[in-house]
C-alpha cells in the first residue's frame, strides 16, 4: 500500500466552508467508485479552519500522476471537481494537482 498526503486552503468564507464540509457528507456513489477504479483504496480530508489535509491510501501499482489523470477523466470526477472549485479558490477546470498539494513525509 502506498499513502500520500495532501494540502489545500479553502476559501475565506465560512458559510463557503460549511457547504464544502456537508459536500462532503454526500459524495457522489460515482466518485467513490471512480476512485476505486483507479486504485485509491481509501481517502480522507481532515480540516482544521481553512487549511484541509487530504489522506489517500493506494494500491502498491497505484502511479500518482497516471492515476489521478484517469481519475481526472472520468465524467462524474469531472462533474466533482468542477462543482468543488468554488469552494477552494480555483478555476472550474483546475486539475487537482493545481489545487491540492503534496506534502513530504518527514516522520
Not at 477546470?93 to 506534502?103: F, L, P, Y
Request: glycine share 4%; charged share 35%; aromatic share 10%.
Amino acid at each position: 500500500m502506498k499513502r500520500f498526503c495532501q494540502t489545500l486552503t479553502l476559501v475565506d468564507d465560512p458559510a463557503m466552508i460549511e457547504k464544502y464540509v456537508e459536500a462532503h457528507k454526500h459524495v457522489w456513489a460515482e466518485v467513490i467508485e471512480g476512485q476505486r477504479e483507479v486504485g485509491i483504496l481509501s481517502m480522507e480530508i481532515w480540516r482544521r479552519g481553512r487549511s484541509l489535509c487530504m489522506v489517500m491510501d493506494t494500491v502498491d501499482e497505484f502511479d500518482f500522476e497516471r492515476d489521478m489523470a484517469r481519475l481526472a477523466g472520468l465524467p462524474r470526477q469531472a462533474e466533482w471537481e468542477a462543482y468543488v472549485s468554488q469552494f477552494q479558490g480555483c478555476s472550474a477546470d483546475a486539475r487537482s494537482d493545481e489545487k491540492w498539494q503534496r506534502m513530504e513525509r518527514i516522520f
